[in-house]
């Protein structure tokens, strides 16, 4: 089965913070992405990366960075954490070469600032 | 861009009931679709997926789907829902030419049914 593992799952952080949200998928595949998830909004894309060290913008990328130096790690990060950032973040991974492969889910991070 | 839109935010029903949960999108070109869902606690996981063939199509726990072209749909279906099937759905639509198949999602609709 495939396993995608985010490092947290209840985060607390004060606005203003650096914050490092982790995933970790174990099925070797290429595609991993963060959304955010939020109540009637759904789950937007935030940033995905198809390969190592790529990466690329999805619907709503100002106020994050990522970061993939490894295939199987890829990570968020809150340059400076806002009370409009609290959500749910959910990581994912899938296999490249056709768009219809699924996408694997993580089990969310929920981060809350203050 | 393209965009998802879910009729229904929340819907409650009883044991036994016919389920059927809108899925409306916007693009123009070839599409494939998705329905994904989310139990209480659990991750969300694929429910079923149309990329090309018969427009009607089979998942896990006895939904289905059909993806009608001229209406820029993808409706879920189940006949007779249970307790268990209490959860969020999402629908969800990829371009085939879009790099690293990146999907966008409608907005959700939390289904509750009632024993």
């Known amino acids: 089965d495939v396993k995608v593992t985010q490092s947290s799952r209840y985060l607390v952080k004060r606005t203003g913070e650096k914050v490092f949200l982790e995933c970790v998928q174990d099925?070797?595949?290429?595609?991993m992405f963060w959304y955010r998830q939020d109540p009637g909004l759904g789950l937007r894309l935030i940033y995905f990366?198809?390969?190592?060290?790529?990466?690329e913008k999805g619907d709503i990328p100002e106020g994050y960075s990522v970061s993939r130096e490894k295939k199987e790690r890829f990570s968020l990060i809150l340059e400076s954490a806002s009370t409009n950032q609290t959500s749910m973040y959910l990581c994912?991974?899938?296999?490249?070469?056709?768009?219809?492969?699924?996408?694997?889910f993580g089990p969310g991070t929920r981060l809350t600032v203050l | 861009a393209q965009s998802v839109s879910q009729h229904n935010h929340h819907v409650i029903l009883s044991e036994a009931a016919s389920l059927e949960l809108g899925c409306n999108y916007s693009?123009?070109?070839?599409?494939?679709l998705f329905w994904y869902v989310q139990y209480p606690g659990q991750h969300l996981q694929l429910l079923l997926k149309?990329?090309?063939?018969?427009?009607l199509v089979k998942g896990i726990k006895g939904f289905e789907a059909e993806f009608i072209k001229s209406k820029f749909s993808f409706n879920l279906r189940k006949p007779s829902v249970q307790w268990s099937d209490t959860a969020e759905y999402f629908c969800?639509?990829?371009?085939?030419?879009?790099?690293?198949?990146?999907?966008?999602f409608g907005g959700g609709t939390r289904v509750l049914v009632k024993p």
């Open positions: 994912a991974s899938s296999l490249s070469g056709q768009a219809h492969n699924e996408q694997f």
């Open positions: 099925m070797d595949h290429e595609n």
């Open positions: 990366s198809y390969d190592v060290k790529m990466k």
């Open positions: 693009y123009g070109g070839t599409v494939n």
């Open positions: 149309y990329f090309s063939g018969d427009p």
């Open positions: 969800a639509v990829s371009a085939p030419q879009a790099a690293g198949n990146k999907l966008t």
